[in-house]
Nanobody
């Protein structure tokens, strides 16, 4: 059974930084595209950032220039570096692994940006 486990969430003040990690197991990690989504209360889940198997990245307009997605295939882990955080970044952040019709999700990690 595939497992994706997010970590690194927490409470941070506006302007602060957090680094999320998503560790995978029982997954041929380097063959999967990896994505970070988030879902705020009362809102739909939205794609935040994605990284392909070759390392190509793309970002939601709302996080461009502030968030950076990266992957370490040797550690079967994807990261999301979040800088200059804003209150509107508050959400549960989910890791997603995708390959063709296969899609796996983590359980999510809470990020709260508040003073």
């Amino acid at each position: 059974q595939v497992h994706l486990v997010e970590s690194g969430g927490g409470l941070v003040q506006p302007g602060g930084s957090l680094r999320l990690s998503c560790a995978s197991s029982r997954l041929t990690f380097n063959t999967y595209a990896m994505r970070w989504y988030r879902q705020a209360p009362g809102k739909e889940r939205e794609l935040v950032a994605a990284i392909s198997t070759t390392g190509a990245t793309n970002y939601a307009d709302s996080v461009k220039g502030r968030f950076t997605i990266s992957r370490d295939n040797a550690k079967n882990t994807v990261y999301l570096q979040m800088d200059s955080l804003k209150p509107e970044d508050t959400a549960v952040y989910y890791c997603n692994a995708v390959r063709r019709t296969a899609s796996y999700w983590g359980q999510g990690t809470q990020v709260t940006v508040s003073s």
